[in-house]
């Protein structure tokens, strides 16, 4: 049988036969954290002036009388508003807790092994791919 000019290396052999690959793996990572704050930032402006729109009314009477019986019938009476708020708020302390996770302990040996998967697989697809120019550039 015809055996393959480059055998396919795996994991760590991978990263020590080249050395771009952790700086690569780092870019990837690196994207990864750009796009998780784009996306938090584009739910906060499309979503959050939305839900605060709709929930005027209740916030000016919030700084006439502010108790936490208002607060708390204002979101009441007002779910989708109260939905929205919610889930920027709960993305945006998604975002802060993965990312500090990261800063503190460093990636999870799963989250590097699937940075490297995504890496080899920008490399196999070549210019074609949408993050090439980012990744291996």
């Known amino acids: 049988m015809d055996q393959p000019k480059d055998p396919l290396l795996t994991g760590s052999e ?7 690959f952790a700086q690569q793996v780092q870019k990837l ?3 990864t954290i750009y796009g998780r704050w784009l996306f938090v930032s584009c739910l906060w402006l499309i979503l959050g002036p939305v839900c605060l729109w709709n929930l005027r009314r209740e916030i000016a009477l919030w700084h006439e009388y502010f108790t936490w019986v208002a607060v708390r019938y204002g979101l009441f009476y007002h779910p989708l508003s109260t939905l929205g708020l919610a889930f920027c708020i709960s993305m945006t302390a998604a975002v802060l807790v993965w ?5 503190l302990f460093g990636l ?3 989250e590097k092994q699937r940075l490297e998967k995504q890496v080899c697989f920008i490399r196999q697809q070549g210019q074609t791919h949408p993050l090439w120019k980012w990744i291996c550039h």
């Open 14 to 20: 991978f990263e020590n036969s080249d050395p771009s």
């Open 29 to 31: 990572h690196q994207l």
């Open 99 to 103: 990312q500090s996770r990261n800063l």
């Open 108 to 110: 999870p040996q799963q």
